[in-house]
């Protein structure tokens, strides 16, 4: 490896089994490396995304002492100190130590060490056996989303059965002949979750009577629990349930059970991307808007992206299904104006929409939680339908208020180790930060100025919650957020006060809209509407619409008296128009503009990247050196691309710019996390691949100084979060 300094290299201590289960599949080897450079990512890091849980998390062999290896002098003698030391330590352990627990204690080629040990005998390797089945307990129980490993023909019966879809896009035609031709094509489902879940489960089925399969990949483990539920009736032991909620132990069986080729239609989160399944004929993305398809942790894969890749691969139909599309996928996608008119004329995109009401807070006095029209509504809905729930209040903050300040200096109370304001919660009387979690009791004077008066600012549930119980004495008051349901039992405990109608009003954040949904209520209000428009993203708004319309589809329609009323700041802004009118197409429109005049993606790509370190000063001169190299390499890129592979822009963005634009560095929103300085920096092209080339030829000479002064540098391409 030239140009690798030897001190940089690691031992290796075992290596992939060479059995049928573990040998990985050539397609999937493909995939890791286009994520690879796609990502600019360690070829390495990405190929355990493909590897089964049992590869990923195998029992660590142990070693023991042969029998008068530690009595016989004469070897010992010609023993390096290493072998002298783990021959003791193993002397002190009779049942054996793995290699982690004795690289605690001894330095050295401990790897090295332990083969020359082994071939001169003078201990043993104890492999545990795992060809054995594994048993959860003494009863022989299936862990949930396993099925028995017998394998069953691939074939469509059933497809035209009772769960056809009663509703098919006007594009489902073009849809069956892709799958019948084995030809890669890619479609958007724009319908509500009602609506579209039929088609999946019609398109799967289609899929299989071309004995091809289906892997569907969803952002939530209650949603992949759903559907998975939704289709075992037809295809019974045939579907497999994976995401990360399972146990080390079922993962493992259910990825060997899929490499067997048991299974016909894969239903999972995330991970479930890389399933090894053989002849797929379709994958679908469902909510492919969703944040959570990210993957936060390198490789920081986005799984809508590496389904695309996948059914390129394998020549498979992609369709991927949102109630409220991300911009980027209505660019990649367009529907078709015939499409879209047609589907609007069902009334699928927003079926029977309740009355929506725009309060503009600019109007109402200072300090106003709720209100005149918000609790006349409420008041209504309490009279309308007494002794269920029939009001939900959505407020996507926790606490009593996200800060304290001081009437005198105006200083908050921080976080010592983040650079964010401590939230208030005012029934525990305490200051807790909202990352990394730090608390501390309520200080009595202000930690600037000494000064007393601490005075909440803004409002959360907590607040929220009393305000309501003040006006409504006499409702039952329920409240759904992270503070309240911390476990799936408390969870479930809210959830079923709401079904026995113990609660006629509920307050909640993001949980309120969770797979497992709510009944709709007769009247929905949103206190503070736009609290998303002023997050430092440029998707702020978009994900602030997908946001709203989720909630509006908590309330019962019109006919049957559902109201909603948003409070805002911002009655004027497109966002807001667009809830109100229920008109997806001002949104659209409206945003697209805005995105192609600032080019920012879909005109555009991005590439996030951020140096993180103890020292603010280290932090900000590697940030600055960083800059200066992708700066030199974009101005050489401009004249001369060096033999890179670059593609030909096209679109909009192609003709507004070509070059590779550096921002920064500055310091990210979110100045300091968990004790570690970031400052950040934004690489900007039209044309992706001279974007990724630009920071790949700065990566060698950043992996040569990585680790120095403690600093970490992160490479996030296609970035979803801007803080």
């Known amino acids: 490896m030239p140009g690798r300094a030897v001190g940089h290299l690691r031992e290796i201590i075992a290596r992939l089994d060479e059995t049928s289960e573990a040998r990985l599949d050539p397609d999937l080897l493909t995939l890791t490396r286009l994520i690879s450079e796609y990502y600019l990512t360690p070829w390495g890091q990405c190929l355990r995304l493909i590897l089964s849980a049992s590869s990923r998390h195998r029992p660590a062999p142990r070693y023991v002492l042969a029998d008068g290896g530690e009595k016989n002098e004469e070897k010992l003698d010609r023993l390096s100190p290493t072998a002298r030391e783990v021959l003791r330590r193993l002397a002190d352990h009779p049942q054996g130590l793995t290699v982690p627990s004795l690289r605690r204690t001894i330095a050295g080629p401990l790897a090295r060490t332990l083969a020359t040990l082994k071939r001169r005998r003078l201990l043993r390797e104890l492999v545990p056996d795992r060809t054995a089945p594994a048993r959860a307990s003494s009863k022989s129980r299936v862990p949930v989303g396993v099925a028995p490993p017998k ?72 949603r992949a629990s759903t559907i998975a539920a939704l289709v075992r009736p037809r295809w019974g032991e045939r579907v497999h349930l994976f995401h990360s909620g399972l146990s080390a132990m079922a993962r493992a069986e259910i990825w060997r059970q899929i490499r067997a080729g048991s299974a016909c239609v894969v239903v999972g989160t995330r991970s479930a991307v890389f399933a090894p399944l053989s002849s797929m004929g379709l994958l679908c993305v469902e909510d492919e808007h969703d944040p959570a398809l990210k993957e936060e942790q390198e490789p920081r894969y986005h799984a809508r992206e590496v389904a695309w890749m996948r059914a390129r691969q394998h020549r498979a139909v992609l369709l991927l299904g949102s109630a409220h599309p991300s911009l980027e996928t209505v660019h990649a996608v367009p529907p078709n104006p015939s499409d879209r008119s047609a589907q609007s004329s069902t009334g699928l995109v927003r079926p029977t929409a309740p009355t929506i009401r725009l309060v503009d807070l600019r109007q109402v006095p200072a300090g106003t939680l709720l209100s005149e029209p918000m609790v006349a509504g409420i008041a209504a809905a309490l009279r309308a339908e007494p002794g269920q729930l029939s009001v939900i209040l959505f407020l996507n903050r926790k606490g009593f208020a996200p800060a304290l300040s001081c009437r005198d200096c105006g200083e908050s109370p921080h976080c010592p180790r983040c650079s964010v304001t401590l939230t208030f919660y005012r029934r525990a009387g305490r200051l807790t930060c909202p990352y990394c979690g730090e608390a501390s009791t309520l200080p009595e004077t202000c930690p600037s100025c000494l000064a007393v008066g601490l005075q909440p600012v803004g409002f959360g549930t907590e607040r929220l919650e009393e305000e309501v119980r003040r006006l409504f004495p006499r409702a039952c008051v329920g409240r759904l957020d992270r503070d309240t349901a911390r476990t799936p039992a408390q969870l479930e405990t809210v959830r079923r006060q709401v079904s026995s109608g113990q609660v006629d009003i509920l307050i909640g954040t993001q949980m309120l809209l969770g797979a497992a949904r709510l009944p709709a209520v007769r009247f929905v209000g949103i206190p503070y509407a736009d609290a998303g428009l002023h997050l430092p993203d440029f998707r702020s708004a978009e994900r602030t619409f997908q946001t709203l319309q989720d909630v509006v589809t908590l309330t019962q329609p019109d006919l049957m008296g559902g109201t909603v009323v948003l409070q805002t700041y911002l009655p004027a802004h497109h966002v807001m128009s667009s809830i109100a009118t229920q008109h997806a197409r001002i949104f659209y429109d409206e945003e697209m503009a805005v995105r192609r005049t600032l080019h920012f993606p879909p005109f555009s790509h991005l590439i996030s990247l951020r140096v993180t370190g103890g020292n603010t000063d280290r932090v900000r001169a590697a940030a600055d050196r960083w800059a200066e190299q992708l700066r030199v390499v974009a101005r050489q890129s401009s004249v001369q691309p060096g033999g890179a592979r670059v593609e030909e822009a096209q679109g909009p963005a192609a003709e507004a710019k070509d070059e590779v634009d550096i921002l920064g560095p500055i310091q990210a929103p979110l100045a300091q996390l968990r004790g570690r300085y970031r400052w950040q920096l934004l690489v900007k092209s039209a044309n992706a691949e001279r974007g990724k080339h630009t920071v790949r030829a700065t990566l060698e000479d950043l992996d040569r100084s990585h680790g120095r002064g403690g600093l970490k540098f992160e490479v996030d391409v296609d970035p979803v979060e801007m803080v």
């Open 151 to 222: 394998r069953a023909p691939m074939t469509g019966a059933g497809s035209s059965g009772a769960a056809a879809s009663p509703w098919l896009p006007p594009w489902w035609d073009r849809l069956l002949a892709a799958l019948d031709q084995g030809r890669h094509e890619s479609f958007l489902l724009e319908a509500p979750t009602a609506a579209r879940l039929p088609c999946v489960i019609h398109a799967a089925g289609q899929a299989l009577a071309q004995h091809r399969s289906a892997l569907i990949v969803t952002p939530e483990i209650d």
